[in-house]
């Protein structure tokens, strides 16, 4: 029913490349916010309040992607090295 009228049938066509592009971007996004969270939570859980849990560093990760981050948090590492 939707292919037959000129204006829907690429409309659906286009937003089904677009649902398939945003499925891909979103699985490399959560793999990538799964492994910094492992390492930010495996390095820093004893220093930062941030890293205490895993749910914790998982939700500083998607807020410092979202463009919410703070450098200062990493002021508190006592460890030169990190």
Do not use: H, W
């Amino acid at each position: 029913m939707l292919q037959f009228s000129d204006r829907i049938g690429p409309l659906v066509k286009i937003v089904t490349k677009m649902a398939n592009d945003f499925s891909n971007f979103l699985i490399l996004y959560v793999i990538l916010t799964a492994m910094f969270s492992i390492i930010l939570n495996m390095n820093f859980i004893y220093e930062l309040r941030e890293c205490e849990s895993l749910f914790e560093a998982i939700l500083t990760v998607v807020d410092a992607s979202l463009g919410n981050f703070d450098f200062k948090i990493f002021d508190k590492v006592k460890d030169p090295g990190m």
